[in-house]
């Protein structure tokens, strides 16, 4: 496994399996395994990049079509009272899979400052 080749590009190939929500040729949706809220799915690029800190202008519009994609599978997820998104970038965020990913959470009062 190469040092890009990270759980979630084994989900993005199907050698493990996912509830996969929603798919187009740049980004992937699918239910977070051990969910925060009702409603936790991520949202991932198909291009391996390890955190948000890895972006390059390049990316530009992949990060774009990422925050577009939240939009639309929170729509489809009907979380039409409010939803928040959560990039954790490196180790102290958080981050625990080096593959991006956007977390969607709602379905539930959200509280503020995050933990
Ligand atoms: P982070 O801590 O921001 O890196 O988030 C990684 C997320 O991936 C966590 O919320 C995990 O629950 C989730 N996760 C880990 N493995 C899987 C998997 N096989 N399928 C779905 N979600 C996963």
Partial sequence: MSEQD???????????????VYEDDMALAFKDINPQ???????????????????VPEDHSLMGHLLLTAKRVAQEAGL???????????A???????????HILGGRQMQWPPG
Avoid: C
């Fill in 80 to 90: 039409e009272n409010g939803y928040r998104v959560v990039i954790n970038n490196g």
């Fill in 37 to 55: 809220a009702p409603v936790h799915i991520l949202v991932i690029p198909k291009k391996p990049i390890p955190r948000l800190a890895d972006a």
């Fill in 92 to 102: 102290e965020a958080g981050q625990t899979v080096f593959h991006l990913h956007l």
């Fill in 6 to 20: 990270t759980l979630f590009s084994k989900i993005i190939r199907r050698e493990i399996p996912a509830d996969i």
